[in-house]
């Protein structure tokens, strides 16, 4: 289905037009609701300032995990909750969610049997809906299954199961998903306030950030799903609202695959800082990663420290057999968690709990904080829940459990470049001039690709296609830049845009490139 998002907008002008649940940011969050709300039947509306997943929700570890390490720090029922969430995703998005094997290399006895254990228990809490069985392997097919690590003191390895995924093309499946269920989802539309009625919110007025134009659009409840920028629309309902979420950073480093040829990801449980740290295959390169340092005020392109640079390098050097330097990065990322603060205490970030929490105003602002990627669906289920007991609207149940994303395929052929397209990749295959119209080859982009995403999937921008739709920026930011000016000239024609307006999409990409160069 084509989408058209001048047709969204038209909807927008109808100002007598009452929503169920207008869902301000599409992030992980937002979409997770609407895809919840819009499911039961409500007319859900959500908007999102910049690009569907621009924020914290394209630049994840790219995991959909139980969270072996909240196991470490016995939050059990958060392990369950995401494990459970882990199943139901693999189940209604194959072919985005991939059964990943990740190996501990140990290089003691002690951490063998810990580990081992703890895996065990690991499988076990997500019961049916594991992955796999973990297990304990020896140290020669450790040395084998993870060749550029060192083997140096190495005792073995304990070999088990997660989900791997794309980030922000689940976002972009999730906008499809609302949009066909009736429902509507709009990028670059940003809430500037909400209104009141009686002392209750009743909409918000929101602005269209390519026109400027602004409309007044009425809900009968609104939620806050801003990830990091909860605070600014909480502060839009009352200025005196105390400050709820923290923001912890956190980036990852890309690297050429060729730098560590495995297919298996890396866990190392526990870095000199006590965090884990993860070597990802991903798209045929690997993503290495993350820190966690608390950040003042929240940015939609955070900028990562020296200091978390040197750490990634100088960690994964240890367990790699070759030093890695700056010069192998082929693309960093910076994305910002958005964590419940906590009432007092510690400011320690990876102590303050990972799981969502859900609050409501004297107005009646809904507003979801917290959560994972992983737990995204079920974040939504509560939250509509909590609505209807709270606005005492008529119960209905939730079925996004089992809710088929778009682009559902169970027969996924990895290797394929259009994998991530699932049910769509045969149009587009179609539509390609021919199988070697390449954009890009290293890549692996086609040209067909940039005038899929501005038709089918919303791009309005160049980084729209090169960071989102596909996720060249994230894999290799100089080969990005070098795309940008045809991806550009590609745009323009489906978008009724002129020469300027290639130039300054060019430029605009090439600003936040840099960003993403070391
Ligand atoms: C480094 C890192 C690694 C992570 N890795 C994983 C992982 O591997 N697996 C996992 O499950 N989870 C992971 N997470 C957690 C997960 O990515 C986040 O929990 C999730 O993406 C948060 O989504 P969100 O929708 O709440 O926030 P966001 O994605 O930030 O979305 C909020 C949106 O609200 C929009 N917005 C703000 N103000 C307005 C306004 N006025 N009007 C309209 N829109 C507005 C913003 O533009 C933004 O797009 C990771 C997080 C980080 C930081």
Redesign the pocket.
């Known amino acids: 289905m084509s989408i058209n998002r001048d047709i969204l907008i038209e909807k927008l002008k109808d100002e007598e037009f009452i929503w169920d649940i207008m869902v ?7 979409l997770g609701i609407a895809l919840d709300a819009v499911t039961r039947g409500y007319k859900v509306l959500v ?4 690009d569907f ?5 394209s ?7 139980g969270g072996v390490r909240y196991l470490a720090q016995g939050d059990v029922a958060l392990v369950r909750e995401a494990s459970k969430e882990r199943g139901l995703l693999w189940k209604n998005a194959p072919h985005l969610v991939k059964n990943q094997t990740f190996i501990i290399p140990v290089y003691s006895w002690l951490d063998k049997i810990k580990y081992g254990i703890g895996l065990k228990m690991y499988d076990w809490i997500a019961g049916r809906l594991s992955l796999g069985a973990s297990l304990l392997i020896s140290r020669k097919e450790t040395a084998r299954a993870l060749p550029e690590v060192t083997t140096k003191g190495l005792k073995g390895g304990v070999k088990y199961h997660d989900g791997q995924f794309d ?1 922000s093309r689940l976002a972009i499946n999730l906008a499809q998903t609302i949009i066909e269920q009736g429902g509507s989802a709009i990028n670059y ?3 500037v306030s909400l209104l009141k009625e009686a002392g209750k919110i009743s909409g918000a007025t929101v602005q269209d950030e390519e026109s400027g134009n602004r409309f007044l659009v009425h809900a009968r409840a609104v939620v806050n ?5 909860v605070d ?2 909480l502060k839009m309902d009352d200025p005196a609202a105390r400050n709820s979420v923290v923001a912890s950073q ?1 980036i ?1 480093l890309v690297f050429d695959k060729a730098l560590y040829s495995s297919e298996h990801a890396l866990m190392i449980p526990k870095t000199s800082d006590g965090r884990v740290l993860f070597a990802v295959p991903w798209h045929r390169e690997v993503v290495v ?2 820190t966690d340092t608390l950040v003042g005020e929240p940015l ?1 392109e955070p900028q990562a420290l020296e200091e978390e640079v040197d750490f990634i390098l100088n960690t994964a050097s240890q367990y790699l057999t070759k030093k890695i330097t700056r010069r192998d990065v082929k693309s960093m990322y910076v ?4 964590l419940a603060a906590p009432q007092e205490g510690s400011q320690k970030t990876k102590e303050i709990s990972r799981s969502h929490k859900i609050l409501h105003s004297g107005s009646y602002l809904f507003t979801v904080i917290g ?4 737990t995204f669906r079920k974040m939504g289920q509560d939250l509509v829940d909590h609505i209807e007991k709270v606005l005492n609207w008529p119960r209905t149940s939730s079925i996004s459990k089992s809710f088929k994303i778009h682009g559902y395929q169970q027969q996924v052929d990895w290797k394929d470049p259009l994998y991530f397209y699932g049910s769509d990749a045969e149009a587009i295959r179609k539509k390609l001039a021919d199988k070697n119209d390449w954009l890009s080859e290293r890549l692996r982009i086609y040209r067909g690709q940039v005038h899929w995403a501005v038709q089918y999937e919303m791009a309005r921008t160049v980084e729209d296609f090169l960071a989102r739709r596909t996720r060249a920026l994230f894999l290799d930011a100089e080969e990005s830049m070098r795309l940008a000016p045809e991806v550009a000239a590609l745009m323009a024609a489906p978008l009724g845009k002129d020469k300027a307006w290639e130039e300054e999409q060019v430029t605009a990409f090439n600003t936040i490139a840099e960003k993403y160069r070391l």
């Open positions: 301000i940011g599409g992030g992980a969050t937002g908007v999102e300032q910049s997943a621009k924020g914290t929700s630049r994840s570890t790219k995991l959909v995990h980030d539309m940003k809430v799903a801003t990830g990091v920028f600014g629309i956190g990852h990663g993350t939609l994305g910002l968690r958005p959560g994972k990627w992983t």
